[in-house]
């Protein structure tokens, strides 16, 4: 009884895949705290009106502050959350060193589910062609992945700055029994009370991290010393330019005639599908560096994502489909 | 650096979409790419210049109409502070987002259009922002570029919109002159309108308080979950709602009464000795008591109220209007109890502010409500603790949240949704006993007419009479109720509507207890009248409509009430500043212009003979 929260030394935890850090340089602010509160508040709303709730983890950034979140919302017990990673198989090996590394140092359940076995069983067709990409096809696996494990709510780290269509989602997301949104009939969301009552088969999306923005996750980041993947952080890669973004040469992505290869120096905004993310030229090699060289920049985080220059309305469209 | 949560609201053409893509654009939040796909497609649109509501009109069906049609939160900081903005679009029938954006907003910002003045719509924003508990306003008067940026129509608008202001409840109101479009008066001051002295709309963003709604005082602590990893280990997780607590205090768990010590605190920050209001914490107790999520930990010194019958505020937000007596599941706090609506008081009419009678409320209709719920719930009145004040409802058979309400009260009223249809299990001894007993009838003598028409005084030599032959009689009157049982009402319309719900009330009772009850109100609304007149079903009610002109009236001012209405120190005065809805078809019409006191209540005196409601004996007389 009466037995501290605060049971973990400051640097409890380590992870050989995690990329190196340093002591932090940036300080929490009562924004940032205000933020952390409100995610906490909501994880925990979740346990308490859902039976098989889920985090939808890529590995990425925002899964992880979110799953950082999680453990503080439960601790001292375990995260009451198992963790869902729908890979698409064209992963960077980095990125599924890490979520194998994270997942066991914090002691979650880490759950499976692969677009490859979906493409085996026929329930999806590959793209084909030098752009082709298995972006779209993980709505598939992710909602074949929430019927068989009857998730009732898939709790994901999107955020509302990501694009327009975000801004105008609620915290708690209804999804009908074929797992789509329906912009114009909402739930209205009142104060902090959340409505999380659903029909069977219907179930919910919840992001915690709705009013933060990628400063606020690199501020986070930085002032938590959590972890991240190293692609995250400036390291020397092969690239080449399409479209004004830097692809990363790997064995999913094809190359086309005149595309040319080279060195440099880059870090990735997002992790994503190696075949829809592209890199950005970075020097920052931490958490701190990249909030100052995020101060900067003049180009928003999705720009790097191929998947939403499709067009205009690219994300509602594939929001509407059940996409994360 | 800080967070400021705050709303915009205004009418579907004023602007609020370009001032808010204009505070992104300035504040340096749109990235080059995000600019580059506006600039495509405004061009798309056809237009020339850069369409700052395409930064925020996220849906495609918004772009095709050119309306925002749903609540978008947006995000943008300055050196010194971030802010969330819920925009929230202005049509007729977005009440429901509006109170949405609202519910979670510091401060709001109401645009007016100068081009067209304070609009109708710019009063229903402005009453849901006051019904929400908003504390601090700000009035942008807007597209001054169309009015050649006159200060005299600034003036004009901002005067217009204080005269109707100043009876809300708003702690704060600030107003400024804009030009969204152009960018005056958003970050810089404008070198168009050098008049304007005041802050530029992003300083007064910059500079307005924040948690100015959290309650500091009452300690609420609404569990969420129960944390248990462990026999050794027993903690209650959830968020203070307000107030604070430190280790070592004393508090009570609800609904059990039980009391206990909290020995440990943790924050997400780690162990901690106090934590308040907003805080995610995790506390633990000294001894084991039972307390599950949906429970509440208060100090005993300050408990909300334990209730199970609530007077409501209703915000109604479904398509499917709401059924007396059906039962709804009210989320409040972590706590989900069943409820049933058991009577609707009045619909507000949001434009006039005017309280109506009503069945049902439907989609985005304002109404106050009873309610009775299965359970008891812990609560406080929404103006004192937003946290503990506001439920939602939510429709069983659909799973949709179908309203928002705010707490006005807790009440003693029916527990049983079946016991609410009664009129009340009053006296023993019936009316009808009493009528007998005194020989004559108990009736509701109701006098209305303007301030000065002389109500009261016709009133009182009308019971001088009657009293003196015998009678048992009552006499109300506004002054006498104003000052008592409805001394925390104003004089809007809502406020005027509540008092003469109470004086019928009290009307009520005197008549059941077998009075003439001579009511002497200024009454301005015909419906508030003939609601009284329902109360006593068939029982006699005599309308006595004292019609004196304004003149007349203007002259006597007993009360030295129309002097100090002329000299702008009385909003809202009858006759004056205020509606007087006279009688269509009253009992009686007493002209006191051409009639003396003694001839009016003799006139009174006379129908009440005529129509059998005195005593044989002054009946013969």
């Known amino acids: ?324 | 650096m800080d967070l400021l949560r705050f709303t915009t609201a205004g009418s579907v053409d004023d602007g609020k979409s370009t001032l808010i893509g204009r505070l992104l654009y300035e504040t340096g939040s749109i990235f080059d790419d995000q600019l580059q796909s506006v600039a495509s497609a405004s061009r798309q649109l056809g237009e020339d210049r850069l369409n700052f509501a395409l930064l925020t009109d996220g849906l495609r069906a918004e772009r095709e109409q050119k309306i925002t049609i749903d609540v978008a939160y947006r995000s943008f900081s300055t050196s010194r502070r971030r802010f969330i903005l819920a925009d929230t679009p202005g049509h007729a029938q977005y009440t429901r987002n509006m109170v949405t954006g609202a519910s979670t907003a510091d401060l709001a910002v109401i645009l007016v259009d100068a081009s067209k003045g304070v609009l109708t719509q710019s009063r229903r924003h402005a009453f849901i922002l006051a019904l929400l508990g908003i504390p601090q306003l700000i009035v942008a008067i807007n597209k001054m570029d169309l009015v050649g940026f006159s200060e005299a129509v600034y003036h004009e608008s901002r005067t217009a919109f204080a005269a109707f202001a100043r009876d809300l409840t708003f702690a704060n109101v600030a107003y400024l002159p804009l030009c969204a479009v152009d960018g005056d008066n958003v970050v810089e001051r404008s070198r168009r309108m050098p008049w304007y002295r005041g802050e530029s709309l992003l300083h007064l963003l910059e500079g307005a308080p924040v948690d100015a709604r959290t309650n500091a005082m009452d300690f609420r602590f609404a569990v969420q979950l129960v944390i248990r990893p462990n026999h050794e280990f027993r903690g209650y997780a959830g968020t203070i709602a307000s107030g604070s607590v430190k280790t070592g205090d004393e508090v009570m768990a609800l609904p059990s009464k039980l009391t206990t010590q909290v020995t440990s605190i943790s924050t997400a920050s780690g162990a901690t000795g106090m934590a308040s209001s907003g805080e995610a914490v995790v506390l633990t107790t000294s001894g084991d008591i039972d307390i599950s999520r949906g429970d509440m930990l208060v100090r005993a010194d300050t408990m909300p109220d334990v209730a199970r019958a609530l007077d409501v505020h209703l915000c109604w937000m479904d398509s499917v209007p709401l059924i007396i007596g059906k039962p709804y599941i009210l989320g409040h706090t972590t706590r989900r109890v069943q409820a049933v609506v058991t009577r609707l008081e009045h619909r507000v009419d949001v434009d006039t502010l005017r309280a109506d009678d009503a069945a049902t409320l439907d989609f985005n209709e304002i109404g106050r409500a009873h309610l009775v719920t299965s359970a008891p719930v812990f609560v406080d009145s929404y103006r004192l603790n937003a946290a503990t004040g506001s439920f939602i409802l939510i429709d069983p058979s659909t799973s949709l949240t179908v309203a928002a309400g705010m707490i006005r009260a807790a009440t003693q009223g029916p527990l049983s949704p079946a016991a609410a249809g009664a009129v009340g299990h009053g006296s023993h001894v019936s009316r009808e006993r009493r009528e007998r007993h005194q020989q004559h009838r108990a009736a509701i003598v109701w006098f209305t007419g303007l301030s000065g028409a002389g109500k009261s005084t016709t009133a009182r030599l009308v019971e001088e009479r009657l009293f003196a032959d015998g009678h048992h009689t009552m006499l109300l009157d506004g002054d006498q109720l104003r000052q008592g049982l409805c001394d925390d009402l104003a004089f809007l319309p809502a406020d005027r509507t509540e008092n003469i719900r109470r004086a019928g009330e009290v009307a009520r009772l005197f008549f059941e207890h077998g009075a003439i009850v001579l009511c002497a109100f200024v009454s301005p609304y015909r419906t508030d009248r003939e609601r009284v007149r329902k109360l006593i079903g068939d029982g006699p009610f005599v309308e006595v409509f004292v019609d004196a002109d304004l003149e007349t009236c203007r002259a006597r001012d007993p009360k030295g009430l129309y002097r100090r209405a002329a000299a702008g120190q009385l909003e809202q005065f009858t006759g004056v500043s205020a509606p007087y809805e006279a009688p269509a078809n009253p009992e009686l019409i007493i002209d006191t212009t051409r009639r003396s006191p003694d001839e009016a209540a003799e006139q009174v005196l006379e129908y009440l003979r005529a129509a059998g409601l005195t005593r044989p004996s002054t009946r013969d007389a």
Request: with cysteine.
């Open chain 1, 1 to 324: 009884m009466g037995r501290s929260l605060k049971s973990h030394p400051r640097n409890w935890y380590s992870c050989p895949s995690a990329a190196r850090r340093q002591p932090t340089a940036v300080t929490m602010t009562a924004h940032l705290r205000r933020l952390e509160n409100e995610a906490i508040h909501i994880i925990r709303e979740v346990k308490g009106q859902f039976e098989r709730p889920a985090i939808l983890f890529s590995a990425g950034k925002d899964s992880v502050v979110l799953t950082w979140l999680a453990r503080k919302a439960f601790a001292p017990a375990r995260i009451g959350l198992a963790l869902l990673h729908i890979d698409t198989g064209h992963n960077f090996p980095e990125t599924i060193a890490f979520r194998d590394g994270f997942a066991r140092d914090l002691q979650c359940d880490l759950i499976v589910r692969r677009v490859q076995d979906s493409i085996d069983r026929g329930r999806a067709r590959e793209e084909r062609g030098p752009r082709a990409s298995r972006n779209a096809l993980q709505t598939v696996t992710l909602l074949d992945a929430i019927h068989e494990l009857r998730i009732d709510a898939a709790v994901a780290g999107a955020r509302r700055d990501e694009e327009k269509a975000r801004a105008k989602e609620r915290i708690f997301s209804h999804r009908d029994a074929f797992g789509q949104w329906d912009p114009k009939h909402q739930r209205p969301e009142l104060w902090n009370l959340f409505n999380g009552r659903q029909a069977p088969g219907e179930h919910f999306r919840v992001f915690p991290l709705s009013n933060w923005t990628e400063l606020d996750i690199w501020e986070y980041v930085a002032c938590e010393n959590i972890p991240l993947c190293s692609l995250y952080f400036s390291h020397q890669r092969e690239v080449f330019e399409r479209d004004g973004l830097l692809m990363a040469k790997t064995e999913f992505v094809q190359l086309e005639p005149g595309d040319r290869i080279a060195r440099r120096a880059v870090r990735f905004r997002t992790v994503g599908d190696a075949t829809c993310t592209g890199a950005v030229a970075s020097v920052a090699t931490t958490a701190p560096e990249v909030v100052a060289e995020l101060g900067a920049t003049r180009v928003a985080e999705r720009g790097a994502r191929v998947d939403d220059r499709r067009s205009e309305m690219a994300m509602e469209d594939r929001k509407r489909d059940g996409y994360f």
